[in-house]
């Protein structure tokens, strides 16, 4: 007689079963079509985090009729790069006691739960990012730029930005969005990372929709939303340079954050060394002063 432990794990399937109630006006609730009731599942622990992660082999029945949950092989377990999801239980559900069994072959804990979920349209989620003020003081943005611009110590930092040169006193920047190609419109990023690359937040906010993840393209960390900010110092020279051409991408950008557009003539003004907040640098010369005011 083999020992319990021995005991193929893949033999012993595991069953939950529960009753929630689904109130009157829930139900009324959930007839607009942007609402649905939503069945999840998170794996406790998960190395990765912010994401559903369902048992192996699960098989679930929702008031006695089964429903696929996992679009993965029974037996497949979820990479680091996988993402599960949770699905929409509406057409299944009744008013009063609703039953949902789980059945798993899967010796990790995990947590399972139905909610009512509301859809939100691109233009929502984008108004749930603070706005540029909001997200980060301008000071702290800077003072990333010039430690990751300045600080060449930090040789052991795996978060550095594989897309800037070393230039002499300056840096090239290139300010292409690492999902699109194109120039950063509105520059976002994830609230804790280290590096100074950006993304376009809109761009990547729309392509979330299908990743399903807030996964950041320049460090490959997983986030929340909730982490999502407009950097205040590259949306300031994005917008500087929102009217020029597409081919103009690069910024030098000085230890201290000065800042000039590299490229074609119609930059004029651009192509000077700009302060972090976007205004002219004094010119050390005799000639005529600058224009201390904000470059259009
Ligand atoms: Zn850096
Ligand atoms: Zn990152």
């Keep these: ?8 794990r893949s033999y012993t399937v595991q069953y939950i079963e529960k009753t929630f109630p689904l109130s009157r006006a829930n139900r009324e609730m959930l007839q607009k079509a942007e609402y649905d009731i939503q069945v999840w ?4 622990d998960d190395k990765v985090p912010f ?43 009744k008013e009063g006691p609703n039953k949902i069994v789980l059945s798993r072959s899967d010796s990790r804990a995990f947590c399972l739960g139905v909610r009512i979920a509301k859809r939100r349209s691109l233009e929502e989620v984008l108004n749930l990012v603070p706005k540029e003020q909001d997200g980060e003081k301008f000071d702290d943005a800077l003072s990333r730029v010039r430690r990751c ?3 060449g110590t930090e040789a052991d930092n795996a978060d550095s930005d594989s897309d800037i040169e070393v230039v002499a006193d300056s840096v090239s920047v290139n300010l292409r969005c690492p999902m699109t190609g194109s120039r950063i419109k509105v520059a976002g ?11 376009d937040l809109e761009a990547f906010v729309e392509l979330n929709q299908r990743s399903r993840k807030w996964q ?15 950097d205040p110092y590259f949306n300031r020279i994005t917008s500087l340079i929102k009217s020029c051409g597409d081919d103009i991408s690069e910024i030098d950008v000085k230890p201290d954050g000065s ?5 074609g003539a119609e930059l004029k003004d651009l192509m000077q060394w700009h302060l972090p907040d976007g205004t002219l640098c ?3 010369g005799t000639g005529p002063k600058p224009n201390m005011g904000v470059v259009k």
Excluded at 41 to 44: E, S
Excluded at 67 to 78: E, F, I, K, N
Excluded at 259 to 263: L, S
Aim: glycine fraction near 8%; include cysteine.
């Design 149 to 151: 611009v300045g600080g």
């Design 216 to 230: 950041c393209p320049i460090c490959l960390k997983n986030y929340s939303l909730e982490n999502l900010i407009i």
């Design 1 to 8: 007689i083999l020992p319990q432990y021995l005991e193929p």
């Design 282 to 284: 004094m010119s050390t």
């Design 41 to 44: 599942c998170i794996l406790l």
């Design 51 to 93: 994401r559903m992660h369902w048992p192996l082999h699960s098989d679930m029945q929702i008031n006695g009729i089964p429903v696929r949950v996992v679009s993965r092989q029974a037996t497949q377990p979820l990479g680091a790069n996988g993402r599960d999801d949770g699905l929409m239980l509406t057409q299944f559900l």
């Design 189 to 199: 990023r994830f609230k804790p990372c280290v590096h100074m690359g950006c993304f």
């Design 259 to 263: 800042w000039r557009a590299k490229g």
